[in-house]
């Protein structure tokens, strides 16, 4: 099964910054939407930003400002600048690749801000 590969996450102190990476197989060509998910314990997973192909961005309300993603086309990577990091932000962090009918996952970064 095709994976999305993860680097970055690890702990950080309350302000600080974090930067993941995400890279596609150049097996998987065309990818409409690239984002990023993020699932606190106990809670459900959900979408912290997006990409489309063309540039256009989407950020959940509680990141808008202090998060920022990004996108290389060429090399099927996308990547999730955050700053100003909260506790609230702790959560293992996914990588998510959309083409066609097909939706790709990676298996997780570990995200911790400590306060």
């Known amino acids: 099964q095709v994976q999305l590969v993860e680097s970055g996450g690890g702990l950080v102190q309350s302000g600080g910054s974090l930067r993941l990476s995400c890279a596609a197989p150049a097996t998987i060509s065309n990818i409409g939407i690239m984002g990023w998910y993020r699932q606190a314990p106990g809670k459900q997973r959900e979408l912290v930003a997006s990409i489309t192909s063309a540039g256009i961005t989407n950020y959940d309300d509680s990141v808008r400002g202090r998060f920022s993603i990004s996108r290389d086309n060429a090399k099927n990577t996308v990547d999730l600048q955050m700053n100003r990091l909260k506790p609230e932000d702790t959560a293992v962090y996914y990588c998510?690749?959309?083409?066609?009918?097909?939706?790709?996952w990676g298996r997780g970064t570990q995200v911790t801000v400590s306060s």
């Open positions: 998510n690749a959309k083409r066609v009918i097909f939706t790709y």
